[in-house]
């Protein structure tokens, strides 16, 4: 729609070379910079929050928000959404848990299986977003509640018990980490580096931004504009499978039926956090991986510091507010100017 | 163009809806197929009808198998059905739809005891037989509430069992569930003030509230470590924190340094009792509870009153009733440790 505005004008000039976008923006500089000060706060006053022993846990939390939020970002570029995620990702673990309980699998086969379980949902999603035509809310909300039920069947009114240890690696645990890195973190950072990377410098990338600008004119454009959203939400399931041995390994040994609630929502709000416009055609990867750490530093800040929980939940509507206004007004100044 | 801005901001409007509505459609009972095997009509058969905070809990589950086998030896009909997330709106829905069933006794685990008791008189005024378990509405005209355990038995339990392992003093921290929880909170309440009576040398350095999710309460867990590096204690509150502070403790190498209890099931304790990061987890028989609430519904549809003590059955054969409050109780808790914990099979 408006953003579209911005395109024609940089069309104009004559330009020899590509133009690129810049590497990193305002917003994604803003959360490092909150970040860092928070960080500095809590190191002042709090015993040990700048100590391995808290960072690497923080860091296991965030690994599966922020690899799910990379899928998320794509969508949201393209001006859909996903609100399915929590959905999938029981799905995903419990049937993985099972897997591990019953059949002792090894860890690639049980990875393999919760990401290929994932990118099937994710296609069963994509595929009715982009030939259905069909807004992308709607089919995901109906397709969250048919993974939930399916996820329940699977659970059968019982809890997973003594899942066995083959997920650890990506837990909290020692073995969990790589001179001192927690493994699932630094699979996070790899993801969304070459998301980046595909978002900044491949032509598929920069169709996902001409789409979520302006579908239409993207097609007219010759943008595949079907193949490339099936392509987002596949991308999303499939990080939905990895994420959900991410949660089973920083869960317990026994899995309930609460793996998933709630958590389409935290993506979304690290998503949106981390500048990423919820109306499409804009977006940061790697905004978004700092949205998920600024959520779980407030998360694991307010507990350091021995204040209420609930604060948490003040903090991170806060700054979803304040992330969208400004949003919101980068777009007003930016019409004004054009 | 003024369609389509049209189409767009009823999208947005009909998603803003759906995303806070969401809980409560996903509370809908989508699984019907819940146990009332006798199926149809009842017949002359007393219906007795429990319903549960969420369904597909091995805890409510195992209180429906304590109601199933009641069932049997009693003769009577036993519905259960929940919602399937621990939903007040998607639960009042299942009470409505029993109160239209004219099921003979209705016996509720509220999530919400103030919004439940309206919804509880209604049923009285149909002539129902009304009742709560395992969670009170306490200002409703429920006729009985069926107690798992006397708060002051679960909040000593607690902490006994605690104060144990780290030898009589120390600094210990709780990680609890859902704010509102009337129990938890109710038991918290008993904690502090037990620990404040009979171990001077121990201190409560904090409560925190990680919903009913495991990762989150693993997660505040280790925060609440790091947060006061002289903890020597850690209480999970509820079925879902229970495991959660003993992998937290097991995560960080500090077993044997910080000790845990829960109000675990005992199946979800099991590694965690056995590799040394849980000492002991507080619960009661859950089936004998499911047992007792179904005898109690029976009761209340034929008009017996109860006696100061009751027996319910061989297993249960001294059930005390508190006349005054109008509260049965099932006894006192049990301590669930790796002598015991391959009695429960839940």
């Known amino acids: 729609m408006t953003v579209l505005d911005r395109e024609p004008s940089e069309a104009v000039k004559p330009v020899a070379r590509r133009v690129l976008p810049p590497p990193v923006t305002g917003q994604e500089l803003v959360l490092v910079a909150v970040i860092a000060v928070l960080w500095v706060l809590l190191g002042i006053f709090t015993p040990s929050f700048l100590s391995p022993s808290s960072i690497q846990p923080l860091l296991v939390s965030v690994a599966p928000i922020a690899l799910i939020g990379v899928g998320m970002t794509f969508i949201i570029i393209t001006a859909g959404i996903d609100v399915s995620v929590g959905g999938a990702i029981a799905l995903c673990a419990v049937v993985t848990a099972k897997l591990l309980v019953n059949y002792a699998v090894p860890l690639p086969v049980a990875v393999a299986a919760s990401m290929a379980l994932g990118l099937v949902l994710g296609l069963v999603n994509g595929t009715l977003i982009a030939y259905g035509r069909v807004h992308a809310i709607i089919i995901t909300f109906g397709t969250a509640n048919i993974f939930q039920f399916f996820a329940l069947r699977v659970f059968g009114s019982s809890t997973v018990n003594n899942i066995p240890a083959t997920l650890d690696v990506f837990g909290r645990g020692d073995v969990g980490r790589t001179f001192g890195v927690p493994h699932s973190f630094a699979i996070t950072i790899l993801v969304v580096l070459l998301a980046w990377w595909y978002l900044r410098h491949t032509a598929g990338g920069r169709h996902l931004f001409a789409i979520g600008g302006n579908a239409n004119a993207a097609r007219l454009a010759g943008v595949k504009v079907q193949p490339r959203v099936l392509l987002a939400y596949a991308i999303t399931g499939t990080l939905v499978g990895l994420g959900a041995c991410f949660l089973i390994a920083a869960g317990t040994s026994t899995l309930d039926q609460g793996v998933g609630i709630g958590r389409e929502l935290a993506v979304i709000a690290a998503v949106v956090i981390g500048g990423t416009s919820i109306l499409g055609g804009r977006g940061s990867v790697i905004g978004t991986l700092l949205g998920a750490i600024l959520v779980q530093t407030v998360t694991s800040g307010v507990t350091q510091l021995g204040w209420p929980s609930q604060l948490a939940n003040l903090f991170v509507g806060l700054f979803i507010i304040i992330a969208v206004g400004t949003d919101l007004l980068r777009e007003r100044a930016r019409r004004r100017k054009a | ?346």
């Open chain 2, 1 to 346: 163009m003024l369609k389509r801005k049209a189409l767009a901001v009823g999208a947005l409007a009909l998603s803003a809806a759906l995303l806070t509505t969401a809980c409560t459609s996903r509370g809908n009972p989508n699984d019907t197929s819940a146990d009332s095997d006798s199926g149809g009509s009842a017949g002359d058969q007393v219906a007795v009808a429990f319903v549960p905070k969420l369904q597909g809990i091995p805890y409510f589950e195992a209180m429906n198998a304590g109601g199933q086998s009641a069932a049997k030896e009693l003769g009577i009909e036993w519905l259960y059905q929940g919602p399937t997330t621990a939903d007040a709106a998607a639960q009042a829905d299942i009470v409505r739809s029993f109160i239209q069933q004219k099921v003979d006794a209705l016996i509720v685990a509220p999530n919400d005891p103030d919004s439940m008791a309206p919804l509880l008189q209604e049923a009285a005024d149909a002539g129902i037989a009304v009742g709560t378990s395992d969670t009170d509405a306490p200002n409703s005209v429920r006729e009985v509430f069926v107690n798992q355990a006397s708060v002051e038995g679960i909040g000593q339990g607690l902490t006994d069992a605690l104060l144990e392992a780290m030898g009589g003093s120390g600094k210990y921290a709780i990680v609890s569930c859902g704010e509102t929880a009337a129990n938890l909170n109710a038991w918290i309440d008993v904690q502090k003030a037990y620990t404040a009576e009979k171990y001077p040398d121990a201190e409560i350095v904090d409560i925190v509230y990680a919903g009913e999710d495991q990762a989150a309460a693993t997660s505040m867990a280790t925060d609440l470590m790091n947060a006061h590096p002289d903890l020597t204690g850690l209480v999970g509150e509820c079925t879902s924190s229970a495991p959660g502070v003993a992998q937290a403790v097991s995560d960080a190498g500090k077993t044997g340094t910080v000790f845990t209890v829960g109000l675990g099931t005992p199946q979800s304790m099991k590694p965690y009792l056995e590799d040394g990061s849980s000492s002991a987890s507080i619960l009661w028989d859950v089936e004998a509870l499911g047992y007792l609430t179904a005898w109690a519904g029976l009761q209340l549809v034929e008009g017996n009153e109860f006696q100061a003590t009751n027996k319910v059955s061989d297993d249960l054969p001294e059930v005390e009733y508190d006349a005054e409050n109008k509260v049965l109780l099932l006894g006192p808790p049990l301590r669930i440790t790796t002598e015991n914990v391959d009695d429960f099979d839940y």
